[in-house]
């Protein structure tokens, strides 16, 4: 499982370097780093690909399973908890100055968000999840997902930490979401649809590197990732393979 690891950050890294400099020398949309975002699902091909003899592991991009209204919490726990951290930040921490909605805009997230989840969710959180427990593996991804966003590196070691904070917190919040549901690209994708529409609504703090606003988006994220652990200890103490067929609200009566 390591090398699995190690071969698809790898080429998630490459991949990721060389689509962000093929859309800086094209000049698309410099403002959206929407092709970058495509090296962990091109990687996730490539690796399972790598690894085809060995693994049975295979990106699914809808479940049939998944009830309709898990699809639309996918899209509102990661929506409303960021709607929550833009409210403190607009009340306690100043003006937040979001970014423009566009149909090109909105468009270019819905595609880089497909591209980064085929990577994150839809290959690599699938192929650790049966060989720990529903949390190391949330750990594991987010701490793996964090190092990608190399652009907040110029907020420095602290604002780097509490990103990272917040981004295994949402990495918590998707298994919860998505684990039972073979973490599909379409679940993962709404999730992360809302992570960035709600990112884009603040992006003048978040952006600009207000650590206050980072530190107060990553405490709300991980206290929300804390309960979400705490409700459903049967999921996140266990592995996969070992966790109940559904999640407890979609069980029949």
């Known amino acids: 499982m390591v090398l699995r690891i190690v071969a698809f950050y790898a080429l998630t890294l490459l991949f990721a370097m060389l689509l962000g400099g093929l859309q800086q020398e094209a000049g698309l949309l410099p ?3 929407f092709l970058p975002q495509w090296g962990p699902g091109i990687a996730g091909l490539i690796t399972m690909l790598i690894f085809r003899k060995r693994d049975r592991v295979r990106i699914t991009f809808f479940s049939v ?3 309709l209204r898990s699809y639309l919490w996918a ?3 990661p929506l409303g908890f960021g709607l929550l951290a833009f409210v403190f930040a607009l009340l306690f921490l100043g003006d937040p100055q979001p970014m423009p909605f566009t149909i090109t805009g909105v468009a270019m997230m819905v595609a880089g968000a497909v591209g980064e989840e085929m990577g994150w969710r839809g290959y690599l959180h699938r192929r650790v999840a049966p060989h720990m427990n529903g949390l190391l593996s949330s750990l594991l991804v987010g701490l793996l997902w964090a190092p990608f966003h190399m652009m ?8 780097m930490a509490v990103f990272a904070l917040a981004l295994v917190s949402l990495s918590i919040m998707a298994y919860n979401v998505l684990a039972l549901y073979e ?3 379409l679940g993962a994708t709404l999730f992360h649809l809302a992570i960035n529409l709600t990112s884009a609504l603040a992006a003048g703090l978040v952006l600009s590197f207000n650590l206050p606003c980072m530190i107060a988006y990553g ?3 991980a206290v929300i990732a804390a ?5 459903r200890r049967d999921l996140f103490f266990a592995r996969l393979a070992r966790v109940p067929a559904a999640p407890l609200d ?3 009566e």
């Open 65 to 67: 399973g998944m009830p």
């Open 31 to 33: 403002g959206l780093t």
């Open 227 to 231: 309960v979400v652990v705490l409700l």
């Open 219 to 221: 405490v709300i994220a």
């Open 75 to 77: 899209f509102l726990l």
């Open 152 to 159: 907040y590196f110029e907020g420095g070691p602290v604002f």
């Open 250 to 252: 979609n069980r029949e």
């Open 183 to 185: 973490f599909n690209v």
